[in-house]
């Protein structure tokens, strides 16, 4: 089947911090990823996406790479600001049915000023 | 624009009444989904509706679940003879197509007591 697995929380990193979420996912054919972003107090939103292997997607200093070989999208900044602070999802929208998102489980961050 | 909105945004309900949540897509936007956020569930797909095609309901976790879109736009999930277990926020999804972004409302709070 599909899901995604993603690094469990909670980080805390201090301000300036790189910082690295892995995920890795397993799917059939060729998915499209995401990573969403929950700030506190606030709805779900897109943080970037990647359809296909090697892409790349950035948002806000933010990168994730496509991995097909590895099956991994791991997500990445090189220095954190506290206004970073929220909860981040992996997710993918399986090939043969791009109609659902599967979520990976969230992974909370926490920056220190 | 204006974006996807829910109501109510909190719900307080009995054990065993009948609820109703409502979702408000982004006017244009033919496809909309039902995801429900729960602490021991993580974010999980519940049903979709794209069109006039026939939904997908391949995630509703048990019969007392259903929802229905009126008019290709506004969206209505029901729950019947709610559980304690039914507690979670209730978020709804809308996009212009399959597979592309999908923009998150606020969510449902709902809590069954």
Request: proline share 4%; hydrophobic share 30%.
């Amino acid at each position: 089947g599909n899901s995604v697995t993603q690094m469990e929380g909670p980080v805390t990193l201090s301000e300036e911090a790189f910082l690295t979420i892995n995920c890795t996912y397993t799917a059939t054919g060729y998915p499209s990823l995401f990573w969403y972003v929950q700030y506190p107090g606030e709805g779900l939103q897109l943080l970037l996406k990647a359809t296909k292997a090697d892409d790349k997607g950035s948002n806000k200093g933010f990168e994730a790479t496509y991995r097909k070989e590895t099956t991994s999208f791991h997500l990445e900044k090189g220095s954190v600001q506290v206004s970073d602070s929220a909860v981040y999802f992996c997710a993918l929208t399986p090939y043969s049915s791009a109609s659902k998102i599967i979520f990976g489980s969230g992974t909370r961050l926490s920056i220190r000023p | 624009g204006a974006g996807v909105s829910q109501s109510p945004s909190n719900k307080v309900t009995e054990k065993g009444k009948d609820v109703e949540l409502r979702c408000d897509p982004i006017s244009g936007h033919t496809a909309l989904y039902w995801y429900r956020q729960s602490l021991g569930q993580g974010l999980e797909f519940l049903i979709y509706f794209q069109g006039n095609s026939a939904p997908d309901k391949s995630g509703l976790p048990s019969d007392r679940f259903s929802a229905e879109r009126t008019g290709g736009s506004v969206s209505t999930l029901t729950i019947q003879r709610t559980q304690q277990e039914d507690s979670a926020v209730y978020l709804c999804a809308s996009s212009l197509e399959q597979g592309v972004e999908q923009y998150f409302g606020p969510g449902t709070r709902l809590t069954v007591t």
